[in-house]
């Protein structure tokens, strides 16, 4: 097994540990949504997801 010692990457180290606090946070506000029947709210935290996403793990 190799490491790869490219620098400090805590993002890469995130998204290869689980998700970071924001996507639990995302993932939990969609929960709510879709068991709430709230479609409208459901979709709009997927959006936010796909941002958040490429914003902070791409
Ligand atoms: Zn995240």
């Known amino acids: ?3 790869q ?3 400090p990457e805590p993002k890469a180290v995130q998204t ?3 998700p970071c606090t924001q996507c ?3 993932k939990e506000k969609r929960w709510e949504a879709v068991r ?3 479609t409208h709210l459901a979709e ?3 959006v936010a ?3 958040h996403l490429r914003a902070e793990h791409s």
Do not use: D
Request: aromatic share 0%; no cysteine.
């Open 5 to 7: 010692a490219s620098g």
């Open 24 to 26: 639990r946070e995302i």
């Open 49 to 51: 997801m796909g941002q």
């Open 16 to 18: 290869l540990t689980g």
């Open 36 to 38: 709430q029947g709230n």
């Open 1 to 3: 097994m190799q490491i």
């Open 44 to 46: 709009a935290t997927t």
